[in-house]
């Protein structure tokens, strides 16, 4: 069974930061791609930013040159700093590890990051 373990969410004021963690574990060697998704009330389920094994990144083009994804292939951790956070930013964040041979995917609770304005 894979568990993803977050943290780091809270509230902030506008233009300040936030780094969100989110571990994995269970009994997978390695995981493929990381990433997270954000959701706002009434709103879809949206991609945020992606990291893979190699470290090649992507991010949403709301979020591009303030936010940064980065992992720990040996803590198997996925990282999120924010940078520059506006109130549209306000969300629940959930991570994702995909992982085995059919790039299963496994989610995170979830964590709030509210910014004040």
């Known amino acids: 069974q894979v568990q993803l373990v977050e943290s780091g969410g809270g509230l902030v004021q506008a233009g300040g930061s936030l780094r969100l963690s989110c571990a994995a574990s269970?009994?997978?060697?390695?995981?493929?791609?990381m990433g997270w998704y954000r959701q706002a009330p009434g709103e879809q389920r949206e991609l945020v930013a992606a990291?893979?094994?190699?470290?090649?990144?992507s991010y949403a083009d709301s979020v591009k040159g303030r936010f940064t994804i980065s992992r720990d292939n040996a803590k198997n951790t996925v990282y999120l700093q924010m940078r520059s956070l506006k109130a549209e930013d306000t969300a629940v964040y959930l991570c994702?590890?995909?992982?085995?041979?059919?790039?299963?995917?496994?989610w995170g609770q979830g964590t709030q990051v509210t910014v004040s304005s």
């Open positions: 994702y590890a995909d992982f085995g041979a059919r790039f299963s995917r496994a």
């Open positions: 269970g009994r997978i060697f390695s995981f493929n791609n």
């Open positions: 990291v893979t094994t190699g470290g090649s990144t």
